[in-house]
């Protein structure tokens, strides 16, 4: 990479001198228009205005770059300078992931158009046939703005103001839910595109990462530290993942949503401010190690999906059972031993707790505590898998509803009147042995009588 790509614009720390000249040429402008908006009879409170949000931003800055937050104790930005054969990273250097997570994002609608929905017919994957809900502006009201699963009182009194059975509002709303859950091809896309990417991803950082010393000694992680050169390869392995992750951001609304959706919130911000803090105060080592161990476990998670969608059920098993084993290792033991005691304990040899220190620790808490809970339900399913033989589903995800309800509402309903209902089968289960011709074309019941048909 050439050296243009890693010097910033702006080198964003308290040391600064271009920094500090920029900071002050705004307070001096401001100043200057405060008196010349006085002079021309402007009003003199906007100016003030805008005088008082330039210091008040030039005290923030000056505050969030304190060298205290970011560097071990005895160290400042002026230990940090770099020189034409020394780059260290550059707060800076992470507005690129902006763009391109934007680009990302591009590149994903074209690969899940162009690759993966062909794909998916090709394959077999086929979207069920969902009927569609009858036009109510009523119930559409309610349902957007109110609740998608009202209660049943909320159910009488909808049935009331519409004019309908309250068993028909139930089976509006059913329908309609079922309406806006994401169809089959659209999951079988986006498990496509992820699995590209954490392929991609993983390798990229096995490549980074093979023949350099902290992947095979964690102590390695500390020497030097924070007087760690940034290397081109490391800057472009970080920039891929946290564009990756603010490319997820911009698609969560348009993304298949399950039942952990609070969860993946949760996970996506701790993991972009980890990647950036750890950037800004060059944990990249720990960053890198961080990153592979996550996308270790993802390279399974997605092609089990495939096949699932796909309804190969005894690769579905297999690739599930791999997934479990990798991500209970990867997450539960290696992440922990390699990451979380190498930055409690390891970094202590090398310098003194700070704010770093801490920040840094309470979001790979965060990161191993949502280990723990997915864990959790994936070895539930492993357990549902060893006592019935067969994978249960995945209980992130959410479950259509069947109109089945609705046929055996109507079959009660019949029952209620009197009406004996024989649905119709094939009629070689009800051919009697004497050669009679089968149930289905013979009377029915009605109200006690024979009734011809």
Known sequence: MSDISLKPVLAVTPGSLLGSQILGSQSSLATEELASGAQGGSPRRKWARAWASTRMARSLYEWLWQH???????ITWEDMQESEDVRYPQPRDLLLSIPFALILVVIRYAFERAIALPLSSKLGVRDKQRPNAQPNPMLETFYSTRCKNPEEG?????????????RKVERWFRRRRNTDRPSLSKKFCEACWRFTFYIISFFTGLAVLYDKPWLWDHRECWTGYPQQPLQPSLFWY???????????????????KRKDFKEQIVHHAATIFLISFSYCANYIRIGTLVMVIHDAADCFLEPTKIFNYMKWKKT???????????????RLVIFPYTVLYNTYYYSMEIFQPFFGYYFVNALLIILQLLHVFWSCL?????????????MEKDMRSDTEESDKDEERENIKEKEKNGITYFSSVTSNNYI??????????RAHLTNGHVKER
């Open 68 to 74: 205290e937050f970011w560097l071990p104790p005895g």
């Open 154 to 166: 909320e159910l009488i009194t909808l049935a009331k103001q519409c004019d309908l059975p309250v």
């Open 238 to 256: 970080y920039l891929l993942e946290l564009s990756f992750y603010w490319s997820l951001v911009f698609t969560l609304p348009f993304d298949v």
């Open 316 to 330: 579905c098993d297999s690739l599930f059972m791999i997934f479990s084993a990798v991500f209970l290792i990867s």
């Open 378 to 390: 994936i070895m539930h399913m492993v357990y549902k898998f060893i006592l019935q033989g067969t």
């Open 432 to 441: 009697q042995r004497n050669g009679s011709e089968p149930l289905n074309n």
